[in-house]
């Protein structure tokens, strides 16, 4: 267990403050997160996903939920501490593991719109629908962005864009 927050520790904590509203939520985010990653770390298949993309994706669908939870309740904490969820995410701390720099720097890099797409879809947890809303762009459009945004990052990163490349493409056959 050490060795995965050793290793894991600064992706999980990184993305839990860019998504949490107050250090004390992602505190116990990152507890929760990595009880879960011991848990589910026999599903870990890596002819699927690397380690790393393994415990973002685990930490991102977590953190999503907490923020939906955070959304339901009034807590006066959140408040006093000056959050405001229709702002964007706090920027990227020093625990930043190399890995999520790379892949921030990769985001940089992007068009403005598949840079915007992308950081709804990541940090905010918005679906397609909701971004396509949010941003007053078609539908078809955002999930185009969204895909070649992830193509694009992957391609800079040097991993192979197998798993991006076919996404959505079964659904669009039906």
């Given amino acids: 267990m ?7 520790g600064g ?3 990184s993305l839990a403050r860019r998504m949490l509203p107050t250090q004390a939520e992602a505190e116990d985010a990152v507890q929760e ?3 879960e990653v011991w ?5 870990y298949d890596a002819s699927v996903a690397s380690e790393t993309a393994f415990v973002a994706m685990l930490t991102r669908r977590r953190l999503i939920d907490r923020r ?3 959304g339901r309740r ?4 959140i408040i006093a501490e000056g959050y405001d969820p ?3 995410p706090p920027g990227p701390g020093a625990e930043l593991c190399e890995e999520a720099a790379l892949a921030a720097r990769a985001i ?3 068009s403005a719109d598949q840079r915007r797409c992308l950081r709804l879809s990541i940090y905010e947890g918005l679906s397609h629908e909701k971004i396509a809303v949010s941003t007053g762009l078609p539908l078809g459009t955002v999930k185009t962005h969204v895909r070649r945004g992830l193509i694009k990052v992957r391609e800079m990163l040097g991993q192979p864009a197998s798993g991006v490349e076919g996404a959505g493409r079964e659904e669009a056959s039906r």
């Fill in 2 to 8: 050490r060795a995965c927050i050793d290793r894991f």
């Fill in 68 to 70: 939906r939870r955070i």
């Fill in 33 to 35: 997160i990595f009880v």
């Fill in 86 to 88: 229709s702002g964007p």
């Fill in 74 to 77: 009034i807590d006066g904490q």
């Fill in 11 to 13: 992706l999980v904590w």
């Fill in 108 to 110: 940089e890099d992007l």
């Fill in 39 to 43: 848990k589910n770390a026999g599903k």
